[in-house]
């Protein structure tokens, strides 16, 4: 960022320079002003141009280094459970809005046409909802549909009328109230309701010369396994093979997900290959991913039958006992989607402790490229040449 400030110090301060020094705005008898009004109307303009190139050098500056640290961020998922759901059903509102009127010309006495008009209140009758909402853990509420609404709903049992939307209406128009209902989260595993978001955060291992990176991968790589928060894929399981996998074992994942997100900052991904794969794909698909993101735990098997032929888990974790633990408990066992997560459901409660990237980021150096400092500097000087012109005009001497 050190950079970027040199442009708000020194492009304004060069501005005003060029205008005192000319002079473009003389500001004193000796630099041509012809009367005090003169001067003090200079002062007017260059305290002005100050003002306005000071304050659009520091956006134009901060903006572009926002622009250039942007290739450090990268998504991930957050995964959290819905607590609360509600049901608005339609109701009226009357509400009042403002119209000109026409009232046409006259002709006065001399013969000029004036033309008139006047404004008025009117009101009609909004009619609202029906809408239907989730409530998540952290308080924040989304819009969702009917359907879905209904699904959970009938998995809770428990919708109950909580308040009312008292209508109103203009004229003759019928008043509608709407009912309010809502439904809570019986604090079950069984009736969790998923949901995840993609978020971004700052890893600059992926943009450095780290030797904590995992090297440059090939377009294949690349194509054949996407980074699955870039595609704003939430799913818990990615199959390549050997697996098949009922909407049922992906809704009992991501309820596991959904269980630890808030809490533990955790992503758990379970990566399967069929038996002709071998172990290096797992290099493959982290040299295309460019490692794990800050909160995911990955876990690699290759599946014969049912039967795990090898296993690798990876993250961000410094102590890797979770990593032994799952591998440990996972190879050479007939693999079932519900035993893998009651592996998750035992150990990640107590091994999990996602690493955060503070002491990593602190040393590690992300070149910027300079096309970003020239873009803040061209714009600042555009913005000083065209802010004279426009002072200048508009500020009379």
């Given at each position: 960022?050190?950079?970027?400030?040199?442009?708000?110090?020194?492009?304004?301060?060069?501005?005003?320079?060029?205008?005192l020094?000319?002079?473009l705005?003389?500001?004193?008898?000796?630099?041509?002003?012809?009367?005090?009004?003169?001067?003090?109307?200079?002062?007017?303009?260059?305290?002005?141009?100050?003002?306005?190139?000071?304050?659009?050098?520091?956006?134009?500056?901060?903006?572009?280094?926002?622009?250039?640290?942007?290739?450090?961020?990268?998504?991930?998922?957050?995964?959290?459970?819905?607590?609360?759901?509600?049901?608005e059903?339609?109701?009226t509102?009357?509400?009042?809005?403002?119209?000109e009127?026409?009232?046409?010309?006259?002709?006065?006495?001399?013969?000029?046409?004036?033309?008139?008009?006047?404004?008025?209140?009117?009101?009609?009758?909004?009619?609202?909802?029906?809408?239907?909402y989730?409530?998540?853990?952290?308080?924040?509420?989304?819009?969702i549909?009917?359907?879905?609404y209904g699904?959970?709903?009938?998995?809770?049992?428990?919708?109950?009328?909580?308040?009312?939307?008292?209508?109103?209406?203009?004229?003759?128009?019928?008043?509608?109230?709407?009912?309010?209902?809502?439904?809570?989260?019986?604090?079950?595993?069984?009736?969790?309701?998923?949901?995840?978001?993609?978020?971004?955060?700052?890893?600059?291992?992926?943009?450095?010369?780290?030797?904590?990176?995992?090297?440059?991968?090939?377009?294949?790589?690349?194509?054949?396994?996407?980074?699955?928060?870039?595609?704003?894929?939430?799913?818990?399981?990615l199959?390549?093979?050997?697996?098949?996998?009922s909407?049922?074992?992906?809704?009992?994942?991501?309820?596991?997900?959904?269980?630890?997100?808030?809490?533990?900052?955790?992503?758990?991904?379970?990566v399967?290959?069929?038996?002709?794969?071998?172990?290096?794909?797992?290099?493959?698909?982290?040299?295309?991913?460019?490692?794990?993101?800050?909160?995911?735990?990955?876990?690699?098997?290759?599946?014969?039958?049912?039967?795990?032929?090898?296993?690798?888990?990876?993250s961000?974790?410094?102590?890797?006992?979770?990593?032994?633990?799952?591998?440990?408990?996972?190879?050479?066992?007939?693999?079932?989607?519900?035993?893998?997560?009651?592996?998750?459901?035992?150990?990640?409660?107590?091994?999990?402790?996602?690493?955060?990237?503070?002491?990593i980021?602190?040393?590690?150096?992300?070149?910027?490229?300079?096309?970003?400092?020239?873009?803040?500097?061209?714009?600042?000087?555009?913005?000083?040449?065209?802010?004279?012109?426009?002072?200048?005009?508009?500020?009379?001497?």
């Open positions: 960022m050190g950079v970027f400030w040199w442009i708000p110090a020194l492009v304004p301060l060069i501005g005003a320079l060029i205008l020094l000319c002079p705005w003389p500001i004193a008898r000796w630099q041509g002003a012809r009367s005090e009004y003169e001067i003090r109307a200079n002062w007017e303009k260059f305290t002005i141009y100050m003002v306005v190139n000071i304050v659009a050098c520091i956006l134009l500056s901060w903006g572009s280094w926002f622009g250039a640290v942007e290739k450090t961020k990268f998504p991930e998922v957050w995964n959290f459970q819905i607590t609360g759901m509600r049901h059903m339609q109701w509102t009357e509400e009042s809005y403002t119209v009127v026409d009232d046409g010309d006259t002709t006065d006495s001399d013969g000029n046409v004036h033309h008139h008009s006047h404004s008025e209140t009117r009101y009609r009758t909004d009619l609202h909802g029906p809408y239907w989730s409530i998540n853990e952290y308080g924040d509420e989304s819009r549909d009917e359907s879905e699904q959970w709903k009938n998995v809770w049992r428990d919708e109950a009328r909580t308040g009312i939307h008292r209508g109103s209406s203009a004229g003759f128009d019928r008043s509608i109230d709407g009912p309010i209902y809502s439904c809570s989260w019986p604090r079950t595993f069984e009736t969790v309701y998923p949901d995840a978001e993609i978020h971004k955060y700052v890893n600059k291992i992926r943009v450095s010369h780290s030797i904590l990176n995992h090297g440059s991968a090939t377009p294949q790589q690349k194509a054949r396994f996407p980074r699955p928060a870039d595609q704003n894929n939430v799913s818990p399981v199959v390549y093979g050997g697996l098949n996998t909407a049922g074992d992906v809704l009992y994942l991501r309820r596991i997900s959904a269980s630890f997100g808030h809490r533990y900052e955790i992503h758990p991904i379970l399967v290959f069929g038996k002709d794969e071998s172990r290096d794909v797992v290099a493959d698909v982290l040299a295309a991913w460019q490692g794990p993101n800050k909160n995911e735990l990955v876990t690699f098997l290759s599946l014969d039958g049912q039967m795990v032929r090898w296993v690798e888990v990876h961000w974790m410094d102590d890797t006992t979770l990593h032994a633990t799952l591998r440990d408990e996972l190879m050479g066992k007939p693999f079932t989607i519900n035993r893998y997560g009651e592996l998750l459901r035992k150990y990640v409660p107590t091994l999990w402790h996602r690493k955060h990237f503070t002491s980021n602190a040393y590690l150096h992300v070149s910027i490229h300079p096309g970003w400092f020239f873009l803040a500097l061209v714009l600042s000087i555009i913005t000083g040449v065209v802010s004279y012109r426009v002072i200048d005009k508009q500020v009379e001497a």
